[in-house]
């Protein structure tokens, strides 16, 4: 029996993240077809997704295709546990093209076990400057870069666990008054410079303020502590999950636990030496937290890429 698309890019995606190499495994035409497959699946669901535990739920991952496989190699790969990606899939790490197709074939052939929200980074703006776009083009064309934009506008916009834990990839907004606002979002849609799409994808959380200020980014606001307790009780949801910020353990807390942020990629741009996290929510919405520390201080996975690069060459 003869493989198809989805699984033949999957086995040899994983292959080359297991043994961390830099190469191209996959040809322009097999990428677009998936995209195309991927997009229309991301539009038959909703712009706020309603999901259910037990998931597992990570930050941004940045082109660490590498770390990508491991978060998968710890957690469990699709279909054994549902994932929930909250954005930032590629720019500044040298894979974002990997990452963000192993994770859009994941989405192709588990439709209801596998969810990627919008970052502030899946935005032809943004990812025109900070390297998805030279990446693409260096690798294969200009014009591959444009299909993948016109898939991320369509990308959803925050999710919901169980009636009660708020997924988003940045936060909260002044303008966000109900959660029937997120769902009249018409997709495909680009991101403005201001207003409630802009702020689900740019906002920051911030101690030592009320409400919502100007945030030193230069776009969006940060929100204050009050600005969760109030969105949490008029909503009666319990926690709100997000990413956006790099992290020094891979997760931090806010607002007395009531919003925490989760950050996946390791070892951040080379620079930062920071852990990841990953969130996993059991069925009681119980929320446990997973560590995983820079490739090079984690012993038992080089050890297990060794064995993988022995067997498998």
Same mark, same amino acid.
């Given at each position: 029996?003869?493989?198809?698309?989805?699984?033949?890019?999957?086995?040899?995606?994983?292959?080359?993240?297991?043994?961390?190499?830099?190469?191209?495994?996959?040809?322009?035409?097999?990428?677009?077809?998936?995209?195309?497959?991927?997009? @229309?699946?991301?539009?038959? @669901?909703?712009?706020?997704?309603?999901?259910?535990?037990?998931?597992?739920?990570?930050?941004?991952?940045?082109?660490?295709?590498?770390?990508?496989?491991?978060?998968?190699?710890?957690?469990?790969?699709?279909? /054994?546990?549902?994932?929930?990606?909250?954005?930032?899939?590629?720019?500044?790490?040298?894979?974002?093209?990997?990452?963000?197709?192993?994770?859009?074939?994941?989405?192709?052939?588990?439709?209801?076990?596998?969810?990627?929200?919008?970052?502030?980074?899946?935005?032809?703006?943004?990812?025109?400057?900070?390297?998805?776009?030279?990446?693409?083009?260096?690798?294969?064309?200009?014009?591959?870069?444009?299909?993948?934009?016109?898939?991320?506008?369509?990308?959803?916009?925050?999710?919901?666990?169980?009636?009660?834990?708020?997924?988003?990839?940045?936060?909260?907004?002044?303008?966000?008054?109900?959660?029937?606002?997120?769902?009249?979002?018409?997709?495909?849609?680009?991101?403005?410079?201001?207003?409630?799409?802009?702020?689900?994808?740019?906002?920051?959380? @911030?101690?030592?303020? /009320?409400?919502?200020?100007?945030?030193?980014?230069?776009?969006?606001?940060?929100?204050?502590?009050?600005?969760?307790?109030?969105?949490?009780? /008029?909503?009666?949801?319990?926690?709100?999950?997000?990413?956006?910020?790099?992290?020094?353990?891979?997760?931090?807390?806010?607002?007395?636990?009531?919003?925490?942020?989760?950050?996946?990629?390791?070892?951040?741009?080379?620079?930062?030496?920071?852990?990841?996290?990953?969130?996993?929510?059991?069925?009681?919405?119980?929320?446990?937290?997973?560590?995983?520390?820079?490739?090079?201080?984690? @012993?038992?996975?080089?050890?297990?890429?060794?064995?993988?690069?022995?067997?498998?060459?």
């Amino acid at each position: 029996m003869t493989e198809n698309l989805t699984d033949s890019v999957i086995r040899r995606l994983k292959d080359l993240g297991y043994k961390g190499q830099i190469k191209t495994v996959l040809k322009e035409r097999e990428i677009k077809k998936l995209i195309l497959q991927a997009r @229309q699946i991301i539009l038959s @669901q909703p712009v706020l997704l309603e999901l259910k535990a037990p998931i597992n739920v990570c930050g941004d991952i940045h082109g660490q295709f590498e770390d990508l496989i491991r978060l998968f190699h710890y957690g469990g790969f699709p279909p /054994e546990k549902s994932y929930l990606f909250l954005g930032d899939f590629v720019d500044r790490g040298s894979q974002g093209l990997e990452s963000v197709v192993l994770m859009l074939a994941y989405k192709v052939k588990y439709p209801d076990k596998f969810f990627m929200l919008r970052g502030n980074h899946e935005s032809w703006s943004i990812n025109r400057i900070y390297g998805f776009f030279d990446e693409c083009k260096s690798r294969y064309s200009q014009k591959l870069w444009k299909i993948f934009s016109e898939c991320f506008e369509c990308l959803p916009l925050a999710a919901i666990v169980d009636d009660k834990i708020f997924c988003v990839h940045g936060g909260l907004s002044p303008d966000l008054t109900s959660i029937e606002q997120i769902k009249r979002i018409m997709r495909p849609t680009k991101v403005p410079d201001s207003g409630l799409l802009c702020d689900l994808l740019w906002s920051d959380p @911030q101690s030592g303020i /009320e409400g919502f200020d100007l945030n030193d980014r230069g776009v969006s606001y940060i929100f204050g502590k009050d600005a969760v307790e109030n969105f949490l009780e /008029e909503n009666d949801f319990e926690l709100i999950i997000r990413a956006h910020q790099v992290v020094e353990n891979g997760y931090e807390f806010f607002a007395e636990r009531k919003l925490v942020t989760v950050f996946s990629a390791p070892n951040y741009c080379g620079e930062f030496d920071n852990n990841a996290g990953m969130v996993s929510i059991d069925e009681s919405l119980l929320c446990s937290f997973h560590i995983l520390k820079p490739m090079e201080k984690d @012993q038992t996975y080089l050890k297990i890429k060794e064995k993988y690069i022995e067997e498998n060459n």
